[in-house]
Structures are given as structure tokens and as C-alpha cells.
């Protein structure tokens, strides 16, 4: 089975300030690879999904994430954070074949002004 | 567009207790998901549905845990009887499957939060 390790249960960053949030994943065939993020008492939301295609993928809200083979990581990024995006970020993968996701431990993440 | 909707959305209950959740997906979604979500935890799931066949329960604990989703649309999560570990929020999430298709994303409902006294 996949596994997503996110590393920093918790990121703290100045409003303004880059966001890095990170994902590994556990697989010898790239997998589908998704970020979603959780505001309070709400589902989850999808960020962006990258599936094979290009590499960089960009999603909703300025992030966007690079899927790198060669480090099996697929980091979100956001260049300068805003104190909207206080929020809670899952890492999820899913194979190729089978439409299960498994879902990393999460980070939340705070916005200082 | 509506998304997916989930009721109640929070549920207090004592322990031993029956308690029953309610899932509607996104029209047209033939794939249903029931994921369990414990605090500071990322979702795990419990049972998806491909139309109204259970094509993987394997999460689901079968003793205590029910699901159905008759006529492929609604689906209902039970849990009888509820114990204290339980308490946790359940969410509900739907896609559309193509025949050969790649996958697909998942659209979450804002979940069904479960304290169990």
C-alpha cells in the first residue's frame, strides 16, 4: 500500500512570507498525487492534483506543487502567504490503478501578521 | 452546482447508542466514499462504493459499522452500538469513474462530527 509521510505536523509563517509545506510519498511507480486543504469544521477542498502530466502544477488560491520522481516528494508552495490560507493541508495518493486515496497526517498551517 | 451534502453535521451521543449518518453525493458521481477522520489525523477510509456495489469495505469494522447505498445515489453509515472511540468526523465524498479512465478527484462533504459520551 501507498504511504504520505507530510513533514511539520505544524508550519508557522509571516503573512507575506513564502509557504512551504512538505509531502513524500512511497511508491516505485508515480502515483496520482493530490493536496487538499481543510478549513475549520469544514471538508476537504482540492488545491490542485497532478496526474502525469506536467510536472509543476498549479492550483487555486496562488499554490501550486512540483512533482519531483527522483526525490518521491510533491511539496505545496505559495510565495507569499496570506492570512486566508490558515488552514489545515493533507497530502494524498492514490495508484494509478484503483481509485483509493491515502492521506498523509496533515500540517496545519498559521499566518502571523 | 450543488456539492456534497452531509447530515447532521454534529451528533452527540452516549455510548452503546445507535447513530446513523446521511450522505448525498454530487449528482452524477457513481463512486461513493466514506472516510473516518480522527482528530489531528488525515481521513482514512471505510468503505467506497462503485454505483450500489461495496467494492472495497476492507477499513470497515463490520462488527459494529454498516453502510448501504441503495439505488446508487444516497448512502447511509451506521454505527450500532456507538463506543467511545468512535468519536471522530465522518466524511462523505463522491467522484465520477469513466470506464478507462484515469482518476478521478474526490469532492468532500463537510463531514458529520461524532462525540460519543
Known amino acids: 500500500a501507498q504511504s504520505v509521510t507530510q513533514l511539520g505536523s505544524h508550519v508557522?509563517?509571516?503573512?507575506?512570507?513564502?509557504?512551504?509545506?512538505?509531502?513524500?510519498?512511497?511508491?516505485?511507480?508515480?502515483?496520482?498525487?493530490?493536496w487538499y486543504v481543510q478549513y475549520p469544521?469544514?471538508?476537504?477542498?482540492?488545491?490542485?492534483?497532478?496526474t502525469s502530466a506536467a510536472t509543476l502544477v498549479k492550483g487555486?488560491?496562488?499554490?501550486?506543487?512540483?512533482?519531483?520522481?527522483s526525490e518521491t516528494s510533491?511539496?505545496?508552495?505559495?510565495?507569499?502567504?496570506?492570512?486566508?490560507?490558515?488552514?489545515?493541508?493533507?497530502?494524498?495518493?492514490?495508484?494509478?490503478?484503483?481509485n483509493q486515496f491515502y492521506f498523509g497526517t496533515g500540517t496545519s498551517l498559521t499566518v502571523i501578521p | 452546482?450543488?456539492?456534497?451534502?452531509?447530515?447532521?453535521?454534529?451528533?452527540?451521543?452516549?455510548k452503546k447508542q445507535p447513530v446513523a449518518f446521511w450522505c448525498n453525493p454530487i449528482s452524477g458521481h457513481n463512486t461513493l466514499y466514506w472516510y473516518r477522520q480522527n482528530l489531528g489525523q488525515g481521513p482514512e477510509l471505510l468503505i467506497r462504493y462503485e454505483n450500489e456495489e461495496a467494492v472495497d469495505d476492507s477499513q470497515l469494522p463490520k462488527d459494529r459499522f454498516s453502510a448501504e447505498r441503495l439505488k446508487g445515489v444516497d448512502s447511509t453509515l451506521k454505527?450500532?452500538?456507538?463506543?467511545?472511540?468512535?468519536?471522530?468526523?465522518?466524511?462523505c465524498a463522491s467522484s465520477l469513474i469513466e470506464t478507462g479512465g484515469g482518476q478521478e478527484?474526490?469532492?468532500f462533504g463537510p463531514g458529520t462530527r461524532l462525540l460519543v459520551l
Open chain 2, 105 to 107: 478527484t474526490q469532492y
Open chain 1, 12 to 34: 508557522s509563517v509571516s503573512e507575506g512570507a513564502l509557504v512551504l509545506l512538505r509531502c513524500n510519498y512511497s511508491s516505485s511507480v508515480p502515483p496520482y498525487l493530490f
Open chain 2, 79 to 91: 454505527i450500532q452500538p456507538a463506543e467511545l472511540g468512535d468519536s471522530a468526523v465522518y466524511l
Open chain 1, 74 to 98: 510533491f511539496h505545496l508552495t505559495k510565495p507569499s502567504a496570506h492570512m486566508s490560507d490558515a488552514a489545515e493541508y493533507f497530502c494524498a495518493v492514490s495508484e494509478i490503478t484503483g
Open chain 1, 41 to 50: 469544521n469544514q471538508g476537504l477542498q482540492l488545491l490542485l492534483k497532478y
Open chain 2, 1 to 14: 452546482e450543488a456539492g456534497v451534502v452531509q447530515s447532521p453535521r454534529y451528533k452527540i451521543i452516549e
Open chain 1, 60 to 69: 487555486i488560491n496562488g499554490f501550486e506543487a512540483e512533482f519531483k520522481k
